[in-house]
């Protein structure tokens, strides 16, 4: 079995409509993805952003970005803390030497929370992820190097529907989204991004619909 994802975007800041392509082919239990990015289709059949990857889910996934030359390695793992499922997460990007430990603590249906630290770095970035009701979802976040906060708020709506605020205190950046995800029609994002610090500088609008195809 293959699939294949399309999708184009548009953001008024660039004036200019792009698109991404993946690919993914099942071969047992591994997964092999070749993507490209908006560059790669927009300006027709080159190897610029072609990225190929390995996956085999819950396990790892290996990325190699070809016209950089980049390695990508990402290990999941999940264990259990008093009783109550931790996932894993280490990501190393070899051209940065960069290392990323990522981990989620499930609570219950209702609440968990995450931390992200890399390696070499003083602080954190910690999340609490509160579902209310099953339709609204709290995240508010604090990083420790910036002694930031930022703060998301979703809430499903007509079924397929999304709808998303989030903001964030140090570029005091404030955005709305509405998307939805459905099988049969594809799925759309209609984004607007507003900077509260420059009161001139018009917002952001960005659009993007994807396509999933059984190939």
Known sequence: MMKASLKAKYETDKAAA????????NAGDFKLRASMTDATVVNGPSLNSLALAVEKPGSFIFDYNVPKKD???????????????????????????RTILD??????SANKVSANHV???RGCKLK??????????????????KNSWDFAVSRKVYGD??????YQTTSKNLRF???????????????????????????KLTAESSWDLDI
């Open 177 to 203: 989204e509405w998307s939805r995800s459905s099988k049969l029609n594809g799925s759309f994002k209609v984004a607007a991004s507003l900077c509260l610090a420059d009161e001139l500088k018009m917002p």
């Open 71 to 97: 390695f990508r390695f990402q290990f999941m793992n999940s264990i259990r803390v008093l009783e109550k499922p931790l996932n894993l997460n280490y990501i190393h990007f070899r051209g940065d030497n």
């Open 18 to 25: 792009t698109g991404a392509a993946t690919i993914v082919f």
């Open 161 to 166: 529907d999304v709808c998303r605020a989030t």
């Open 128 to 145: 609490y992820n509160y579902v209310h009701g099953g339709l609204t979802t709290f995240e508010p976040s604090y990083d420790t190097t």
């Open 103 to 108: 981990g989620t603590l499930v609570f219950d």
């Open 119 to 121: 390696l070499g770095s």
